[in-house]
């Protein structure tokens, strides 16, 4: 009795969340003109086969149900939808999908990125995929799946998790031009909160996107910089004549200190050290 076996390269749902992943990545590293803008506006504008296939992706990512009935119901309406879409023509448009991004990525490192909603991804990509499968499929298996689909759906909150969840999930439903509009908006309020990125900040930030599922490696990253900020601060410090001052920066670095101690590196921390570039900044200039 054969499984299917879930890949990644295949699964649309997995595809997109990358490419929008790597627009935010090229963005942060100063390219005004990520390939990854191109590549989603070419293969999934409004009539490509991959846009009907995603849609039901979202469908099975965002609908909610109180009721198990209904939730189980909307499940297999879905998988009727999806029969209906040309397997050859879905195909064709991911195999060329994959050549654009390999054309412009390396693809090993642009699998790499986490994923945040991947078992949720491969549990649909299991079950709208067992349709093209002509073996006898694991019934475990496929049950495994839909049992994981039907209590998300009925699941309060669903796969959306935090705020940046809620916005990759909102953003990646909007029309291309409007996706792209409302994430130059966001980076455009960022660099008004915090001033125009450093180089330090861009890095920060590189590590935050392609760290965010290995919590070992970023919280490494993290106290190497809390611990090159906290020498800053304490040379900085030294040349403060107001005692007031010295104080107020003494605690900073105390509450940097405390990231160090967590177990877990959380958004907040990485505002505290993006602030603390900036604080740095202006302290340098002051004493000049």
Avoid at 204 to 221: D, F, H, M, P, V
Wanted: hydrophobic share 35%; proline share 1%.
């Amino acid at each position: 009795m054969a499984n299917i076996k879930h890949n990644k390269i295949k699964n649309v749902g997995v595809l997109f969340e990358l490419l929008t992943r790597q627009i935010t990545s090229d963005t942060i590293n100063g390219i005004n003109e990520s390939p990854a803008i191109n590549i989603v506006k070419e293969f999934f504008s409004k009539h490509t086969y991959l846009t009907k296939e995603l849609n039901l992706y979202k469908a099975l990512q965002t609908q909610k149900y109180k009721n198990e009935t209904k939730a189980d119901k909307f499940v297999e309406l879905v998988i009727n939808e999806h029969n209906k879409i040309s397997n050859s023509k879905v195909n064709s448009e991911k195999y060329n999908l994959i050549k654009e991004i390999k054309r412009n990525y390396n693809l090993e490192d642009f699998f790499k990125s986490h994923v945040t909603s991947y078992k949720l991804n491969a549990s649909i990509y299991n079950l709208l995929e067992s349709k093209n499968i002509k073996k006898i499929q694991s019934p475990t298996l496929l049950m495994k799946s839909r049992s994981f689909l039907i209590n998300h759906i009925l699941e309060k909150h669903g796969s959306v998790k935090n705020t940046k969840d809620m916005i990759i999930n909102e953003y990646s439903k909007q029309d291309e031009d409007l996706r792209l509009l409302s994430y130059k908006i966001l980076l455009e309020k960022f660099n008004k909160k915090y001033g125009k990125l450093t180089l330090k900040q861009r890095n920060l930030l590189k590590e935050y996107i392609n760290n965010i599922s290995n919590n070992s490696t970023l919280k490494k990253y993290i106290v190497s910089e809390v611990n090159t900020i906290n020498k800053a601060l304490k040379l900085l410090t030294q040349r403060v004549g107001n005692n007031v001052v010295r104080i107020k920066l003494e605690e900073v670095t105390q509450q940097l200190n405390l990231i160090k101690k967590e177990n877990k590196v959380k958004d907040k921390h990485l505002v505290s050290i993006l602030r603390s570039y900036n604080l740095i900044k202006e302290l340098k200039n002051v004493i000049k």
